[in-house]
């Protein structure tokens, strides 16, 4: 009940195409769900979360859809960059800060230019 | 700007010598994480605290101890490293909701 599944594994998409990433929970305690940007030799990067209250939320060219009946959501990333290659994590935790972040495997994104 | 701070980006160590990584955050954050993280194993907590002097183990604290004496401070211990402990080590902070990751220590044992 507590894992968050991520897919794919990894995912290559050519400039300016649309990427999607998937990831699917099981926990319907589950309130908070951040996804996580983490290139080479760093550490990884919030890069947008979402409240189950919505089923969407954009920032620039991401987005998070949300579908709770389905326990699923997902990142979209529009007009892909070759810079946005990247490794990126979802993740999922009940309210609060002292619950930990249960996060998904993880999907290394290649766009190629 | 929010910050964690880990004391090393790389870090060369042998068998059997005692290691120690310090995180420190400057958001006045009362829980306090540390992961490692493989290739194709993605992110393992380690140990986490929530409060000072307080820990919990996380999934795979054997081989690890912590301490956390003050709240902006947040250290990992390896008694007796090993080389299957070589990894990225990532300490993490995080206030109501946003949790906020460090550089990251990529740690060699030889």
């Known amino acids: 009940q507590q894992q968050v599944k991520q897919s794919p594994q990894s995912l290559i998409v050519q400039k300016g195409g649309i990427s999607i990433i998937n990831c699917a929970y099981e926990?319907?305690?589950?309130?908070?769900f951040p996804w996580y940007q983490q290139f080479p030799g760093k550490g990884p990067a919030l890069l947008i979360a979402?409240?189950?209250?919505?089923s969407e939320k954009k920032e620039g060219r991401f987005t998070i859809s949300f579908n709770k009946s389905a326990k699923q959501f997902s990142l979209h990333i529009m007009d892909s960059q070759p810079g946005d290659s990247a490794t990126y994590f979802c993740?999922?935790?009940?309210?609060?800060?002292?619950?930990?972040?249960?996060f998904g495997k993880g999907t290394k994104l290649t766009v190629n230019p | 700007d929010v910050k964690v701070t880990q004391s090393s980006r790389y870090l060369v160590k042998r068998t059997g010598e005692k290691v120690f990584l310090e995180c420190v955050q400057d958001?006045?954050?009362?829980?306090m994480f540390w992961y490692r993280q493989d290739p194709g194993l993605g992110l393992r907590l380690i140990y986490f605290?929530?409060?000072?002097?307080?820990?919990e183990k996380g999934d795979i604290p054997e081989g690890y101890s912590v301490s956390r004496e003050k709240k902006e401070r947040f250290s990992l211990i390896l008694e007796s490293a090993s080389t299957n402990q070589t990894s990225m080590y990532l300490c993490?902070?995080?206030?109501?909701?946003?949790?906020?990751f460090g550089p990251g220590t990529r740690l060699t044992v030889l």
């Open positions: 993740a999922a935790s009940k309210k609060g800060g002292s619950e930990k972040l249960v």
């Open positions: 605290s929530y409060d000072v002097k307080m820990k």
């Open positions: 979402i409240r189950p209250d919505v």
């Open positions: 926990n319907t305690a589950f309130d908070y």
């Open positions: 958001m006045d954050h009362e829980n």
């Open positions: 993490a902070s995080r206030g109501y909701n946003e949790q906020f």
